[in-house]
């Protein structure tokens, strides 16, 4: 089984900073792209922020200059650095990993991780 873990989120005031985390786990040959989503209340979920095996970023143009993904291919994890946080920001953040087991690739979800912005 393949297991994504995540971990970071909380209530943060406007302008400030949390640092998203999420760990690949169980039984797998490779992981490609890496990214994350978000569903803010009563939305649709959608894109924030993907990166490939080779450490190449997209971004949504919301989150363009405030928000940095990473990953850490040795550990299996994806960071998402989110700096100069507005309220619009709040929403469910889940992790995703485009997984290669048993010879086909699928995309896996983590559970979601609240993130608040608010005064």
């Known amino acids: 089984q393949v297991q994504l873990v995540e971990s970071g989120g909380g209530l943060v005031q406007p302008g400030g900073s949390l640092t998203l985390s999420c760990a690949a786990s169980g039984s797998f040959f490779s992981i490609s792209a890496m990214g994350w989503y978000r569903q803010a209340s009563g939305n649709q979920r959608e894109l924030v922020a993907t990166i490939t095996r080779g450490g190449s970023p997209n971004y949504a143009d919301s989150v363009k200059g405030r928000f940095t993904i990473s990953r850490d291919n040795a550990e299996n994890t994806v960071y998402l650095q989110m700096n100069s946080l507005i309220p619009e920001d709040t929403a469910v953040y889940y992790c995703?990993?485009?997984?290669?087991?048993?010879?086909?690739?699928?995309?896996?979800w983590g559970q979601g991780t609240q993130v608040a912005v608010s005064s």
């Open positions: 995703y990993a485009a997984i290669l087991r048993f010879g086909s690739q699928k995309d896996y």
